[in-house]
């Protein structure tokens, strides 16, 4: 069974930085895609940035510029570099993984850490 643990969540001011890890269980290639989603109270869960198994990335609007999706294939890791924090940036941040397997997808979750962006 797949395992994702998120970490690095926390209180930060605006402005100020912060960097999320996925530490997955298995190889990390064997995913087609990997993700970092966020949820907002009241809010549907967004993508904020993607990954395919070949490392192009793609950033949200809302966070281009500002986000860096990136991972170390020799820890099975994942991270989400977030810097010039904005207050609407608040939320749960979740690691997502995608694998097809035999024309079937299978879709991994982790528990989510939560970002608070408050002066």
């Known amino acids: 069974q797949v395992q994702l643990v998120e970490s690095g969540g926390g209180l930060v001011q605006p402005g100020g930085s912060l960097r999320l890890s996925c530490a997955a269980s298995g190889n990390i290639l064997s995913f087609n895609a990997m993700g970092w989603y966020r949820q907002a109270p009241g809010n549907q869960r967004e993508r904020v940035a993607g990954m395919t198994s070949f490392g192009s990335t793609v950033h949200e609007d809302s966070v281009k510029g500002r986000f860096t999706m990136s991972r170390d294939i020799a820890k099975n890791t994942v991270y989400l570099e977030m810097s010039s924090l904005k207050p609407e940036d608040t939320g749960v941040y979740y690691c997502?993984?995608?694998?097809?397997?035999?024309?079937?997808?299978?879709?991994?979750w982790g528990q989510g850490t939560q970002v608070t962006v408050s002066s």
């Open positions: 997502n993984a995608v694998a097809w397997e035999r024309a079937s997808r299978n879709e991994y």
